[in-house]
Each structure stands twice: as C-alpha cells, then as structure tokens.
C-alpha cells in the first residue's frame, strides 16, 4: 500500500512539474516574443522594404509612394522599392500585403477606395480591411473639384442645382465607372441636391476629361492633379472643392457645403502593413513617416495639386475606416447601388 501511494505522489509530482513547466513556458512566451520584437525594431530595416501601391505608374499616388520611399530610404539607409499592382478595384494589391510576412518588408499604399470603398461595394473581398492590415499613418487626403465645361453657363453650385432642377435628366456626369469615389460623389450630390444628372462611367481619368473638355459629358468630381491644370488653362469651370474647408491652393473657390450643408468627402491615401506587425516597428514606421509629411520640403512639393498632409498614429487611422465604412454604406443604399 505505501508503495503505491509513493508511486501515485510521485506520478503527481511529475504531472504538476510538467504542468507548472508549461506554464511558465506560456507566462514566459510573451517576453520572448517582446524581446524578439525589441531586437527586430532596433536593426529594422537590415534588407529592402517593398512599398505595393495600387495604382499605374504616374498618377498622385504613385507619385507620392515613390516620394515616400526615396524619403524612408534616406532615413533608413536601405532601398524602399515602389512596386505598382494596378487592377481589380485595388483588390490584387491588398490582397497581396494582407497575405505577406508581417515583418514590416512589405507595406502598401492603403486608399480610401481599397480599405472603404471596396468592403461596401464588393460582396466578396480575399481581404478584410479592419483585420487584416496593421494601420501605420494617413499619409494625406485631397479634396475633389465639381468641374464642368467650359461651355456651361454655370458659375456656382447654386447655378448647376437650378439649370439641373429646370431640366431633370439633360445633364451628365462622368465617372471613372460605377463603385469609383467619383461615381460616389455625384450620387451623394445628386441625393442631397435633388436632382437628376445622367451617369456616364468611363474607363479611366484621361478619357473622361478629354471628353468633359470635349463637350461629350457636362461635368465631374475629379481630383485636382487631373482638373487643376486644365482648370489654369481655361479649358473647365472650378465651381467647388469638396472638403471641409477650402484648400490652401484656391482660397477663392467655395466648397459645396457652403451651398449644400452636411456635404464633405475627401480622398485620402494612407500606409499601411499585414496585420500581426510587431508594435515597435509599426512605431518606427509612423515615427519616420510623421516626420517626413511634417517636413516643408513635402508640403511644397504637393500643395500645388490640392494635396493636404495627415500625419497621423495608427490609432487615428484604423478609426478612421472604422467609422467611414458605415457612412458610405448608406451613401450607397441611399443611392440604390448594388454590391457586386
């Protein structure tokens, strides 16, 4: 009998070591991996960081991912290479960032249309922007321009909406096709105005200005890197901007909630990583970058184009597509667009 409760005390004893081992081996993990993180964070970066941006060489967010990266570089002594992977609604972009390492060597160009657009108008996404991405910084946003043809008689929005109102169904818009942010906008306008303005989608921004330019279409809400300039040349009529305020670069120009209270919508481009990115190095990121968008030499750089920097934590970002998801969810029921 003592024999057996001896061998009985010592198998518990060995359970309990085994299970006191163990939890300490868990208690411990966190440490270790904290650790692993704080000795990543100190030699980060050690190879090339790949930037994926969303978009064709050679518009503003291209333009501004290959800024940043030449800036990150210098900072960090190691090439950052811009990598463009245009297509899909911004889908073939972010699905490749979602599924990398989460070691902070890929990051991507996370826009308003990827992260926003995409989960209210797509019914099936290979990503899923609240988890997973881990949000950096806002990098800017950029009001759009209510702009029309030069032949219009139309000065203000208050004209557009009387000329829109007298004839429903004679104006037309374009877009850069249905689900785009300029395709948004106008519903939104359209629903807060009242009135009935044609859709015209089109494939991409060159084709829909030489055609608003052209005649062929009456008006559009397009970014100012492509309506500014044509604006300046007197070949369309500026006749708002649509952000909250108006922009440094045309203080003269009203903004459409001063005719249509309630109505503000700015594009904006943020950076952004996989989810599961080690804390430090999410905070060496975001410190680089807010520091580099705080620079004078950026601000100059990208005023001209209507560009307004964001500095921003990660926390300010992941609420900001937490909180715009919603909002334009009902912009789209309220316009009856359908989830594709």
Known sequence: MEKRLSRNTAALNVRRRAALGAALAAASLPVWQAAAAQESAASYPSKPIKIISPHAAGGLGDTFARYLGQQ????FGQPVIVENRPGASQTIAADAVAKAPPDGYTLLIATQSAMVFNPVLRKSLPYDSLKDFTPISMLF?????????KALPMRTVSDLIAAAKASPGKYTYASLGPGSSHHLLAEMFKKQAGVDIL???????SNASTDLIAGQVDMMFEG???SLPHVRAGKLTALASTGEKRTEIMPDLPTVSETLPGFSANVWFALSG???MPAPIVEKLNREVVRILKERATHDKFVDIGVELLPSTPQEMAERIRTEIPQWRSVVMAAGIQAE
């Not at 990150?72 to 900072?75: D, E, G, I, K, V």
């Not at 946003?141 to 043809?149: C, E, I, M, Q």
């Not at 859709?199 to 921004?205: D, I, L, M, T």
């Open 72 to 75: 990150l570089s210098s900072a």
């Open 141 to 149: 946003d950029t009001p759009t321009y209510l702009v029309v043809n």
């Open 199 to 205: 859709h015209v989608p089109y494939k991409g921004s």
């Open 224 to 226: 100012g890197a492509s």
């Open 274 to 276: 996989p989810a599961g």
